[in-house]
């Protein structure tokens, strides 16, 4: 399967995802004018991905220093997504980077943790 | 020339660091909301308190974007008062759109943070309504992020559009 990879914009984050290295990495700010326009690729990719995954261990990486209120719902269908692949028997760990000194990340990561049982969550600070 | 001299004065009186009026694109988003990061960087603002100013400068421009009725054209200013920082949106919405909004914003206004949380959190597992573009979260979203509750205001224009404008306080 081929790799996903772009580059950050001024709006949108990198995409670094990794089908043989099993490395899933989103990186940087997440608010473009159309949420949906720009993470349907990303979506379509994941879903590719994860209807071929075996029991193969999956490391997702989130370091978003900040995203809108669309993008929000965009994160939580992706959290959903994996969790659903995970719930058939995958192996998936997921990184949720904060700053330091950045509560709401840190809040928004801390209840996602809570919300996906079947994901290793883990929310990190960041090193600085 | 007098009167955008008292313009500035009237700004500076409201403690209006930054302002906007006209046609807002998202390239004009992205410029103003690095400029303004920057001006509360250089006040030593501590960071939730820039990511929440910012993130509320983010959502009310985008609201202009996707729902003036008048071609993306606002108005947003950006301020301090006192130990906190406020942001001002106005833009012409149709009327028919003057009941949903305020029921709604009146509804989060009388929300508790804890209440916000949890409406957040089901609204965003529900999706957006059909008349929304974005997630319909943009303003549950700022109000819990705000020092105080959202302040808003519906002027009608005429028979097919109303001015609304909203404050919040961070």
């Known amino acids: ?128 | 020339m007098d009167d955008l001299y008292s313009l500035k004065q009237d700004f500076n009186k409201r403690g209006i660091f930054l302002s906007f009026s006209g046609p807002i694109s998202q390239d004009l988003v992205v410029e103003i909301g690095a400029t303004l990061k920057k001006k509360m960087k250089l006040e030593e603002a501590g960071k939730t308190t820039v990511l929440r100013v910012f993130s509320a400068f983010v959502e009310n421009a985008q609201n202009i974007l996707h729902y003036s009725a008048e071609s993306n054209f606002g108005i947003i200013a950006v301020g301090s008062e006192r130990d906190c920082y406020f942001i001002l949106c106005g833009n012409s919405i149709d009327n028919e759109r003057v009941e949903p909004l305020r029921e709604k914003l009146t509804k989060i206004k009388s929300m508790s943070k804890e209440e916000l949380k949890q409406y957040y959190k089901e609204q965003r597992k529900k999706g957006p309504d059909e008349d929304s573009k974005g997630g319909g979260l943009g303003f549950i979203e700022m109000a819990k992020k705000a020092s105080r509750p959202i302040e808003f205001d519906f002027r009608k224009i005429n028979d097919l559009h109303s001015f609304f404008s909203v404050r919040i306080v961070i």
């Open chain 1, 1 to 128: 399967m081929e790799n996903l990879k772009l580059d950050a914009t001024k709006d949108t984050p990198e995409i670094n995802f990794d089908a043989q290295q099993h490395l899933i990495e989103v990186r940087g700010k997440s608010y473009p004018e159309n949420t949906a326009e720009f993470y349907s690729p990303i979506f379509a990719w994941m879903e590719k991905y994860l209807s071929q995954l075996k029991d193969e261990e999956v490391t997702v990486n989130m370091d978003i220093i900040y995203f809108n209120s669309s993008s929000s719902k965009v994160l939580l269908d992706f959290f959903e997504t994996l969790e659903n692949a995970a719930g058939n028997g995958s192996n998936i760990t997921v990184n949720w980077f904060y700053e330091e000194g950045d509560e709401d990340s840190l809040e928004f990561g801390e209840e996602f943790q809570e919300d996906f049982n079947s994901l290793n969550f883990k929310v990190v600070q960041k090193e600085s």
